[in-house]
């Protein structure tokens, strides 16, 4: 799982550093001080769980928790046990106070795994038969056939995504991220936080967008550096 630290004292996002490291199925992406200082970064990257204090400058992190994206899990790190209420209201996977016992930050970890394991499960429910050309999409109580190259590209909406074709699009249960992870690599290039493009279907691009048919799809910060490292790598030498 990959997490992030939100924490405006550095000694507590040492400490929750060290215990992250101890834990093989996580990967610490950043340590931020403050909600206002990973808020873009959360815009422009998945992130899997939020170690989350709650009295911080600014935005405190109960306010945080309810701008973050519903798949990213949290668990808050707090000085405080008063806010173990509030924490249940943005559906927080569990509530740790400082000093953080780390048998209890394991707990809490192992928690969020489970969590994520049943999300991941309920989004592959949505997709079967996936083979080299095609794959079946339950939509409205149905799955349809949906042929691999046809797909001009994938927009991710909340816990939904719709995959765009010529003509027909279909809505499904699902977070783009896991969308993307069952399609080939080799064919599928995520190009922004929202957006998996078919790369056989881009028409043209620019330093900022890419062009399919009458569809302008932005190229988030983030990911520019692979795009075009990904189409200017068979460009002809000058």
Do not use: W
């Amino acid at each position: 799982m990959k997490c992030v630290i939100v924490d405006d004292e550095p000694i507590a996002r040492k400490g929750i550093k060290k215990l992250v490291v101890q834990i093989s199925q996580l990967e610490l992406l950043g340590s931020f001080n403050s909600a206002e200082a990973v808020s873009g970064f959360i815009q422009t990257t998945f992130v899997d769980l939020v170690f989350l204090d709650i009295q911080m400058p600014g935005i405190n992190g109960i306010e945080f928790a309810r701008s973050i994206p519903k798949h990213t899990l949290i668990i808050f790190t707090t000085a405080y046990s008063g806010y173990a209420l509030d924490s249940y209201e943005v559906d927080a996977i569990d509530y740790l106070v400082k000093p953080i016992d780390p048998a209890k930050f394991r707990k809490a970890v192992d928690k969020a795994i489970t969590y994520h394991s049943l999300l991941l499960e309920e989004d592959k429910k949505n997709i079967e038969n996936i083979e080299d050309e095609y794959i079946f999409v339950k939509s409205d109580r149905r799955f349809f056939k949906v042929t691999l190259k046809d797909i001009l590209f994938i927009e991710g909406l909340k816990d939904y995504v719709i995959i765009q074709m010529d003509g027909q699009r279909i809505i499904t249960r699902m977070n783009v991220k896991n969308m993307h992870d069952l399609l080939p690599k080799s064919t599928f290039l995520r190009i922004n936080r929202s957006y998996v493009v078919n790369k056989n279907h881009i028409d043209s691009f620019d330093n900022n967008d890419v062009f399919i048919k009458d569809h302008e799809i932005a190229i988030g910060n983030s990911y520019r550096e692979a795009f075009f490292e990904e189409f200017m790598k068979n460009k002809p030498s000058q």
